[in-house]
């Protein structure tokens, strides 16, 4: 069930997970692959994303796959700081999974205000 995404979804400098409504991977670009590759990289597709995640974890993931609601937060690890952002993707308006895109984040980063 591995499908390869676009070249340009690949060299994307961010992860990129999507899973359908029941929790399994269904995509992931080459950066969410060696993000994961502990847990096993790009064998993970196909497979739940229940299997990576401690307990509240999975509680939140099951939540926002009922809910289609967005979860959007701020981790630090190895001194890497990332936005997490998970939302849900649809097709014609029908909630079909989850996408997470993580994006690592300077320590410092510009706020700008717009009208």
């Known amino acids: 069930m591995t499908k390869k995404p676009h070249q340009w979804v690949n060299e994307f400098q961010g992860a990129i997970t999507v899973c359908d409504r029941d929790g399994t991977i269904l995509e992931m670009n080459d950066k969410a692959a060696k993000t994961f590759e502990r847990y096993g990289g790009a064998d993970l597709i ?23 609601k967005t979860n959007v937060y701020t981790i630090e690890k190895n ?37």
Do not use: N, T
């Open 46 to 68: 196909g497979k739940s994303l229940m299997d990576c995640h401690p307990p509240a974890a999975q509680e939140k993931i099951r939540e926002l796959l009922a809910s289609g």
């Open 79 to 115: 001194g890497v700081k990332k936005l997490i952002y998970q939302a849900p993707w649809c097709i014609g308006g029908k909630h079909m999974g989850l996408v997470e895109l993580s994006l690592e984040i300077p320590e410092e980063m510009p706020h700008f205000k717009r009208d």
